[in-house]
C-alpha cells in the first residue's frame, strides 16, 4: 500500500485450495503436453516405396555427401590417366626403350600424386645417371654400371608396385600386379640374357677367328649356334618382360578407372589398353 495516496494496487487472484496440494503443480507450472493421438486417431499411414529415398534427402554431388544441410565434400580430379599398353610398347620398340624409362616415371608419378604418397624419384635417377654413366664409359667398366643401373631400376619398379597396391586399396579395389612376381619375371629376363650374352662372348673368343679371313665351316657353325642361343634368350627374356609389363599396366589402367568414375569425369579415349 502506497503511504502517501494509500493505494493497495491490482488484487492478486484467488489460489485454488488444493494448488499446493499436489507436488506436480508445487514445481511445475506449465500445462503438460498433449498426449499423442491413438494409431486409430492418426489413420492409415502409407509406407514407403521401395528404394524410395527418406524425406529430406537430397542426392550426393560427385564426392560429397547426401545428406541435407551439410555442403558436399571436394572433388578430386583425376592426376593421371590410363594409357594403352599396344601404343606404349610400340614406342618403345621405336625408341630403343627410351620411352620405356618415360612411361615408368610418368605413371607411377601420378598414381602417387593421386594417392598422397611419395614418389620414389631419386631410385629412378639413380638408375638413369648409371645408365649414362654405363654408356660414356662402359670402355672402362665393364657393363658393371649397367648391371647397377637394371638392378636400381627393378628396385624402383618393386618399391613402386607396392605404392600401386596401397593406392588401389584406398579406393576398395584388390591388389594389382604383385611385386615379387615382377621382379622375377624382370629378373630372370635381365640375368638370362646376360648369362647368355657372356657365354656368347665367350665362345665367340673361343673360335680362333683371325682377321680377314673367312671362317671355317667348323667355326662357322659354331658362332651359328652360339648366335642361335643368344636369340633364344632374347626372345623368352623379352617374352617374360612383356608379360609382366602388361600386369602392370593393367593394374594401373584398373586403379584410375574408379578415379574418373568418383570425379564425374568421362574415360578418355586412350585405344587398345
Same mark, same amino acid.
Given at each position: 500500500?502506497?503511504?502517501?495516496?494509500?493505494?493497495?494496487?491490482?488484487?492478486?487472484?484467488?489460489?485454488?485450495? +488444493?494448488?499446493?496440494?499436489?507436488?506436480?503443480?508445487?514445481?511445475? *507450472?506449465?500445462?503438460?503436453?498433449?498426449?499423442?493421438?491413438?494409431?486409430?486417431?492418426?489413420?492409415?499411414?502409407?509406407?514407403?516405396?521401395?528404394?524410395?529415398?527418406?524425406?529430406?534427402?537430397?542426392?550426393?554431388?560427385?564426392?560429397?555427401m547426401g545428406m541435407p544441410?551439410?555442403?558436399?565434400?571436394?572433388?578430386?580430379?583425376?592426376?593421371?590417366?590410363?594409357?594403352?599398353?599396344?601404343?606404349?610398347?610400340?614406342?618403345?620398340?621405336?625408341?630403343?626403350?627410351?620411352?620405356?624409362?618415360?612411361?615408368?616415371?610418368?605413371?607411377?608419378?601420378?598414381?602417387?600424386?593421386?594417392?598422397?604418397?611419395?614418389?620414389?624419384?631419386g631410385l629412378f635417377w639413380?638408375?638413369?645417371?648409371?645408365?649414362?654413366? +654405363?654408356?660414356?664409359?662402359?670402355?672402362? *667398366?665393364?657393363?658393371?654400371?649397367?648391371?647397377?643401373?637394371?638392378?636400381?631400376?627393378?628396385?624402383?619398379?618393386?618399391?613402386?608396385?607396392?605404392?600401386?597396391?596401397?593406392?588401389?586399396?584406398?579406393?576398395?579395389?584388390?591388389?594389382?600386379?604383385?611385386?615379387?612376381?615382377?621382379?622375377?619375371?624382370?629378373?630372370?629376363?635381365?640375368?638370362?640374357?646376360?648369362?647368355?650374352?657372356?657365354?656368347?662372348?665367350? $665362345?665367340?673368343?673361343?673360335?680362333?677367328?683371325?682377321?680377314?679371313?673367312?671362317?671355317?665351316?667348323? $667355326?662357322?657353325?659354331?658362332?651359328?649356334?652360339?648366335?642361335?642361343?643368344?636369340?633364344?634368350?632374347?626372345?623368352?627374356?623379352?617374352?617374360?618382360?612383356?608379360?609382366?609389363?602388361? $600386369?602392370?599396366?593393367?593394374?594401373?589402367?584398373?586403379?584410375?578407372?574408379?578415379?574418373? $568414375?568418383?570425379?564425374?569425369?568421362?574415360?578418355?579415349?586412350?585405344?587398345?589398353?
Amino acid at each position: 500500500m502506497c503511504p502517501r495516496c494509500g493505494y493497495r494496487g491490482p488484487e492478486a487472484p484467488p489460489t485454488p485450495a +488444493n494448488y499446493y496440494s499436489s507436488p506436480a503443480t508445487m514445481y511445475n *507450472t506449465s500445462p503438460s503436453p498433449a498426449a499423442p493421438p491413438s494409431p486409430a486417431q492418426r489413420g492409415p499411414v502409407a509406407a514407403p516405396g521401395y528404394g524410395q529415398p527418406a524425406p529430406g534427402w537430397a542426392p550426393a554431388a560427385p564426392g560429397g555427401m547426401g545428406m541435407p544441410g551439410m555442403a558436399p565434400a571436394a572433388v578430386y580430379l583425376p592426376r593421371g590417366k590410363p594409357r594403352s599398353f599396344g601404343i606404349s610398347l610400340l614406342l618403345v620398340i621405336v625408341t630403343l626403350s627410351i620411352y620405356g624409362y618415360v612411361w615408368a616415371y610418368k605413371v607411377f608419378k601420378e598414381v602417387t600424386a593421386q594417392a598422397g604418397l611419395k614418389h620414389q624419384q631419386g631410385l629412378f635417377w639413380a638408375a638413369i645417371g648409371l645408365q649414362v654413366a +654405363n654408356v660414356l664409359f662402359s670402355r672402362f *667398366t665393364y657393363e658393371v654400371l649397367g648391371l647397377a643401373a637394371d638392378v636400381c631400376l627393378l628396385v624402383y619398379f618393386v618399391l613402386s608396385i607396392r605404392q600401386l597396391n596401397e593406392a588401389r586399396a584406398k579406393i576398395g579395389l584388390p591388389l594389382g600386379m604383385n611385386p615379387n612376381l615382377f621382379a622375377v619375371l624382370v629378373g630372370i629376363a635381365l640375368v638370362g640374357v646376360a648369362a647368355v650374352a657372356f657365354v656368347f662372348s665367350a $665362345q665367340v673368343a673361343q673360335l680362333g677367328l683371325v682377321p680377314n679371313q673367312p671362317p671355317t665351316d667348323q $667355326q662357322l657353325s659354331q658362332m651359328l649356334a652360339a648366335v642361335g642361343w643368344l636369340m633364344l634368350a632374347v626372345l623368352v627374356g623379352s617374352a617374360l618382360q612383356i608379360v609382366a609389363y602388361y $600386369q602392370l599396366s593393367k593394374s594401373v589402367n584398373q586403379y584410375w578407372y574408379p578415379v574418373y $568414375q568418383q570425379s564425374g569425369q568421362p574415360w578418355p579415349n586412350v585405344g587398345p589398353i
